[in-house]
């Protein structure tokens, strides 16, 4: 079984049995987004993790222990996103990504934000002309050494 495999099972159980990524995130302890990127197969449960995940899913032993090993991240299936909602973070990325880097250099200098010390927030915000998606990404800034 490939985590792909693992994947699709987890997309349709969650879906036949009606729960959302905050309920499975409760149950392991998680926030929703880091929950919903280790399911999608971006990070490693602990072994209870996958137990709780594998019992709420009916998942197979194979299934939870896949859970459990260390995944290729950054996985898109193509070098431009296809998908409508994937493809508007790439073309935020494309607009706003030079930007982004010059304003985070003036403020902290030469490094990076990190994807490891990291937490997200996606949340609705409700607007008269039409709610908002409001996404906070916070990571630690590590500074490049000189040597």
């Known amino acids: 079984m490939t985590r792909d495999e693992v994947t699709q099972m987890i997309l349709t159980n969650k879906r ?3 729960l959302k990524w905050s309920h499975l995130g409760e149950a392991i302890g998680q926030s929703k987004e880091w929950t919903t990127a280790a399911l999608m197969g971006q990070m490693t449960l602990t072994e209870q993790q996958a137990k ?3 019992e709420m899913l009916d998942l197979s ?3 939870i222990d896949q859970l459990q090993v260390v ?3 950054g996985s898109l ?3 431009v996103p296809t998908d409508p909602l994937i493809y508007r973070f790439y073309e935020l990325v494309n607009v706003y990504g030079m930007s982004i880097k010059e304003l985070i250099h003036e403020e902290f200098g030469d490094g990076i934000m990190s994807a490891i010390d990291f937490s997200m927030d ?3 915000e409700a607007n008269p002309a039409g709610d908002r998606v ?3 990404l916070n990571g630690k800034f590590l500074p490049y050494k000189t040597y």
Do not use: F, H, L
């Open 134 to 136: 409001k996404i906070v």
């Open 61 to 63: 032993d194979e299934a």
């Open 16 to 18: 036949s049995k009606k």
């Open 71 to 73: 995944p290729y991240k």
């Open 122 to 124: 996606i949340s609705r």
């Open 52 to 54: 709780i995940v594998g």
């Open 77 to 79: 299936p193509t070098a």
